[in-house]
């Protein structure tokens, strides 16, 4: 088993994408709960950086917001910039997922994450939900890959995709690669949403799963073009004897990305599980 790493640079060129991508109606749901309710901590799992901490806590008020930051990188953690406001203060914390991660969901009242769900596994995942569900907590986790990726025109028609030779069979490899074991068993990928949503319901939560994919423009092509390279990285691991095809579609994958007439979409769900009382939607 392998752990992902994730490069600082990565990390910093998606935030900004990360952020207009999200939905905010979801965002304002849990804002509008959240002021209902006494409790001020806040646990952002796979921080990283604290993309997720720049987000959300301007929507969660002006009264008191204590977030722990938890990762396992801790280079990661330490370029953590919080927004300098009174009512707010964090604790970075360098853990694991599996041991830390779930422990401290007891001394918190929301569980959040972003750009994380895709990476964990089932058993994590069930674990996570008994934890929350035990205390009535609310969670939001954003942006979790869902498995599809388009070329689009800027006028709105399919682009290029047939020319685009390949492009289902190698994103059927890419998925594929999503299902390894990421640090906490073999990773659910484009389904953990769904199941972590079932999770939820079957604990009688109000559960919400909105949209919010990125569709990556011309000024985004330094991202588009990082993202290229990983998906051929991962494709090259899963299955090295396409190479041929996975490095021509590589190569047409990256003229389309420097085009300034081409969209990329890339699919991805905002997950919401508030417990179900006269608060919820
Ligand atoms: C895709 S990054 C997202 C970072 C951040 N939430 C954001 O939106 O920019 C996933 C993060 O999860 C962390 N991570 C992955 N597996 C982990 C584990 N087993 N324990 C703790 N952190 C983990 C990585 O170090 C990385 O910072």
């Known amino acids: 088993m ?11 060129l998606r935030e900004p994408v990360d952020h207009r991508s999200r939905s905010k109606e979801l965002v304002l749901l849990l804002a509008n709960y959240w002021m209902k309710q006494e409790g001020r ?4 799992l796979g921080s990283g950086m604290g993309s997720n901490l720049r987000y959300l ?3 969660l008020g002006k009264k008191s917001q204590h977030w722990t930051l938890l990762d396992h990188d801790s280079s990661l953690l330490e370029m953590i910039e919080t927004p300098i406001q009174k009512h707010l203060t964090i604790s970075p914390f360098l853990g694991d997922l599996r041991e830390e991660g779930l422990q401290l969901i007891r001394d918190n009242d929301l569980v959040t994450g ?7 596994s089932r058993g994590w995942l069930d674990e996570l939900t008994e934890k929350c569900a035990n205390q009535s907590c609310p969670v939001y986790f954003s942006l979790s890959y869902t498995g599809e990726v388009s070329w689009h025109s800027t006028a709105n028609k ?9 492009h ?13 074991d990421k640090g906490t068993g073999p990773a659910l990928g484009p389904s953990a949403v769904s199941r972590l949503n079932q999770l939820f319901k079957s604990k009688g939560y109000v559960t919400k799963c909105y949209s919010s994919p990125w569709l990556l423009n011309y000024e985004d092509r330094e991202l588009k073009k990082l993202l ?7 494709a090259l691991e899963e299955c090295p004897e396409e190479s041929e095809i996975i490095n021509s579609w590589a190569r047409s994958s ?3 990305a420097c085009s300034s007439n081409s969209i990329l979409r890339v699919s991805h769900l905002d997950f919401l599980a508030l417990p179900n009382t006269t608060d919820s939607p």
């Open 158 to 166: 399919e682009t290029d995709v047939e020319s685009l030779e390949h």
């Open 254 to 256: 990256l003229r389309l």
């Open 57 to 59: 806590s301007p929507y």
């Open 114 to 120: 972003s750009a994380l769900l895709d990476l964990t």
């Open 41 to 44: 901590r806040i646990l952002d």
């Open 2 to 12: 392998k752990h992902a790493n994730f490069d600082s640079h990565w990390l910093e």
């Open 228 to 234: 290229i390279q990983g998906w051929v990285h991962s």
């Open 168 to 180: 289902s069979r190698i994103c059927n490899i890419f998925n594929r690669h999503q299902l390894r």
